[in-house]
């Protein structure tokens, strides 16, 4: 059985996480560069998962500043100033996380997820057997009639507006994410070793 050499797994490490000596992340391009070379990445480096994050290739390996003003924070604005401009897919994937996924990528997590069948039908047989809620339901509808939709533009279309609404559109999305992830879990986590093995 191979033996993985430490030095190596390390130097791999500081290469894909973008840590000194490599060159940080420093302008939005950059960060879609990184996301589609990555394939996929978390946002925020998560305890407990070493997966590379945004926050890591721009700012550093250090945990996430409380203060606003942060240099690092800059990531939020490239992620906000890119809704609806469909650079790449962002959501609460990996581990209920959020995650960016490069568009070449997103095909193959969709195939890991329940979305088969009939999209116009199956919704309705859902909400009819208590699996779907009624604010998933209209967050579906909306999503059907409009096609894709950042955040603040779906819960208006879904008619969900106010702030115990918006709750209800964060634990529609997240409901949706679940059942995508019950299917593909373990296929998710050796694609994420597949991935990293392929950019060793």
């Known amino acids: 059985m191979p033996i993985l050499d430490l030095k190596k797994l390390n130097s791999h490490r500081v290469r894909t996480f973008r840590l000194p000596p490599s060159p940080r992340v420093a302008s939005p391009k950059a960060a879609l560069e990184y996301i589609n070379a990555r394939g996929f990445i978390y946002f925020w480096p998560i305890k407990g998962i070493d997966l590379p994050s945004l926050w890591t290739a721009v700012a550093g390996n250090r945990v996430v500043a409380d ?17 609806g401009k469909k650079l ?12 960016m996924i490069s568009l070449d990528i997103a095909p193959y997590f969709y195939a890991l997820s329940e979305n088969y069948g009939s999209p116009e039908e199956d ?3 859902a909400y009819e057997e208590g699996r779907l809620s009624q604010a998933a339901k209209q967050v579906y509808e ?11 533009d779906l819960r208006s279309a879904a008619k969900l ?11 529609a999305l997240f409901q949706f994410g679940r059942r995508s992830q019950r299917r593909g879990r373990r296929e998710i986590i050796r694609m994420e070793k597949r ?3 392929a950019n060793h």
């Open 161 to 171: 507006m106010n702030a115990k609404e918006s709750i209800q559109v964060d634990g």
């Open 142 to 152: 909306a999503l059907l009639k409009e096609g894709p939709l950042h955040t603040i």
């Open 67 to 83: 203060k606003h003003d942060d240099p690092g924070h800059i990531t939020w604005g490239w992620k906000d100033n890119a809704l």
């Open 195 to 197: 991935t990293n093995h």
């Open 88 to 99: 790449w897919y962002y959501a609460k994937i990996l581990r209920k996380k959020a995650t």
């Open 123 to 125: 919704y309705l047989l």
